[in-house]
Structures are given as structure tokens and as C-alpha cells.
């Protein structure tokens, strides 16, 4: 028989290092302002605690998104749950099972209910009219996810809030950079939130930020991420430690300038993925600033598994295998985890474009060394599979 050179067959990965989807890049001249930073804070001997570093970088991403409001945090998760926490909100809250499971965990920390609706097919984020169905007495909030570089549909989530006087924010952990035209992510809703975890587009080692243009709102996040502290001395709300260190506004402030030239190579990285991916059958990428700017920072497939010939789980484990390793974001729904489906085993709802898309989703890693060679020799053994895939579906039989 025919060799076929897929590690499956060979034991011979395609690449020696392992390519990860979230693999943070950092520049060496983002490293260099990095320490030029930091010697800064070591001389002031200011390490955290709303430090110069911290307020220099809420104003530059305050300006960058167009808002007046940016309150710097450790992490998006804990962002979010400030934002709960400070509009007071009570009963459920609509959002997306479709998002990773923090934005999800947020609510139920702050003994809100999750409500899940579905998405739309074309763009994977939450569905309006969806969300309108599951409105009840009960409902306090709506939060819109902007996934994988894109903005969801704020103008008809906007307009189903006023209607039923609920609370809007959103998940703004995907989108740092993005635009809906020419409105930049940031100033939607109520708040919005964004991840500075190391895999994002923008990193900060760890970190996060809320964004509004409500000036109370700012004030409560700013007590609620320091413990709840109003003075030295005196603490008027339930806070936490939700507070940015200077090493990571470092980071932050260093990366800022690099900002234009990560968003070209991106780009230039989905055109390449997308032009190759086209000869291939049966594999679609999610097209990316469609509705305005994006920051290209995912890279997102859907297998059809009756024209590329495997499954998007065989295809996953061969990739696997050739040191690719392609995530299945967000599968299999927050809403078919364990800890949700057993929290609540009669409340199971039915979604069936989520669970259609969990079920084909696939991202290749983006921040590559040597793009053109990487994404080339990707497309190759995707075309491999592809021609050999009855074979493969044996191999994939025959495994544990
Ligand atoms: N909302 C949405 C829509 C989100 O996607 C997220 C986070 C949040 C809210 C909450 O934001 P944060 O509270 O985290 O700020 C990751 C991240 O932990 C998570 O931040 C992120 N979304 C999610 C999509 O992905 P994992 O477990 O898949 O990633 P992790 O840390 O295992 O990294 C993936 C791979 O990347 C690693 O196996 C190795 C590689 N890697 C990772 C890091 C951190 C590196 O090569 N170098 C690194 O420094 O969850």
C-alpha cells in the first residue's frame, strides 16, 4: 500500500515544536519597553495597587476604544463580576452558551441565574431573536459575547434591552482593537469587559479591564476591585481583590505601539490561511470584520465532515499528532458541561445551532513564527487528509 506521510503513519510530526492556538507573541522591542518600564516601577518601589503605570494605561485604552471610563482588573472574569455586582442585578441574566465558561461562572458568583440562548450560524455569536424568546419577569440583564475578532448584534441587543428596561454588557474579551463600522468596541451597553490573559491579542501577562461611560459605574468598579475600600479606613461594598499589578500595565503600555503592525501581520496571516484553505474541501473559515474592523487574532473553521471526508474529531486527534494543536473553542457549549447540565438535570435547554457548531468547530493556531511556510505546510496535510481520509477513518477506528 501507498506511504502516506501523516504522523499517524510515519510518527513523524510536521512540525518539531508544537504550534498552539493561544501562543502569546511578544515583540522584541515590546520586551525591550517592557524592562525600561519596569526598572520605572522598581525605582519608584510602586508595584501595585492602582500604580502610575496602571492609570497611564486605563487612560491610553480609554482613549484607544473611545470611551470615557477604563478601570483596569487581574483578570476579565473578575471585570465582569464587579460590572454584576455594580448594577445591582437580580434573578437571570440572558447570554450565549456559546462563549468560554467564565463569562458564565461570572453570574452564577454573583447568584445570577444563566439563562442560555442560541447563536446565529453565520457569525456564532448570540442570536437577538433568540434572546427575545427567553425574556421573562424574572430576566435583569442581557450580555452580548463579541467573539473571535467580531462584534455580535449590538444595535438589535440595544434596542431589546430599552424595550424590556434590562441591563446590557458586554464580553469584550475577543475583541480588543474592534469596530462595528465606525463605532469601536467599549462604549456598548452598560459596560463591556476585555481579557488581557497572555493568549489574547493583547496581553498583560494576566489582566483585564471594564469599559462604560457611566461615571458611577467606574467609581463602584474602582472600590469593588480593592476590597470594597472608600478610604483607608472604611469599606462600603462587598469587594474582592480584583486589582492590576504595574508589571502587568508594563506590559500593557509596551505592547500599545505594536498594536497597528500585530493587527497587518494577522491579517496577512488570515488571508494566507484563508486562500489555502479554499482548495481544500469541506473547510470554511469564519470571515472576520465583516461588519467593521477586527483584530484577526482567531483563526476559525467549520468541517463539513461529508465533503472533507473525516470528522472534526478524527481531524482534530491527526492534527494533534503533527504537533498542530487546534482547540475546539467553545466546545461543548457551557451549557452541556457537567457542572451546568447536573446543576440544573431538568432545565436542559435545546440549542440547536450551538450544539451543530460545537459539534463542527475547529482553530488553527495564528501567532506563527514563519507564517507562510507554517500555514503552507498546514494546508498540506489538510489536503493529505483530505485525499487519504478512508484511511485515516480506519486509523481513527483502530485507536483507543
Ligand atoms: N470571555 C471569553 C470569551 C474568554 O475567551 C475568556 C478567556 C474570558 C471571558 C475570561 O478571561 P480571563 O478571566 O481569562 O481574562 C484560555 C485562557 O485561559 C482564557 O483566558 C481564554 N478566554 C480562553 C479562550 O483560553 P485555555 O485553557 O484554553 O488556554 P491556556 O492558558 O491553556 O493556553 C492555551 C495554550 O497556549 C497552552 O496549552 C499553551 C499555550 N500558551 C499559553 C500561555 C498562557 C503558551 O504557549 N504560552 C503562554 O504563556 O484557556
Redesign the pocket.
Known sequence: MRDINLAIFTRRPAFEK?L?????YVEPETQKRFHTYMDGAFERAYLTNNGPLVQELEKELAHLHSVRYCAATC??????LFILSALDLRGDVLLPSF??I??VH?CLWQNLRPVFCDIRPDTLMIDPADAARRITSQTSAIIG???FGNICEVESLTELARRHRLKLMF?A??AFGCSLGSASVGGFGDAE????????FF?T????AMTTNDAELDRKIRYLRNFGFRTYDDVGFLGLNGKMSEASAAMGLASLPEIPRRIERLEATHRAYRDGLSRVPGITVLPAGREGRSNFHYLVTLIDEARFGVSRDILYRVLWQENV?V?R??YPGCHAMSFYRSSEPNDYPHLPVTEDICKRILCFPTNLNNPKGDIDSIVGLLQRIHDNAERVAIWAESQP
Open positions: 508544537a498552539h492556538v493561544g501562543a502569546p483578570n476579565a472574569t473578575l471585570a465582569q462563549t468560554f467564565a463569562t461570572a459575547v463579541h467573539l464580553d474579551a475577543h469587559f476585555f481579557s488581557f490573559h497572555s493568549t489574547k496581553g501577562f494576566e489582566g483585564g494543536l482547540r473553542y467553545f
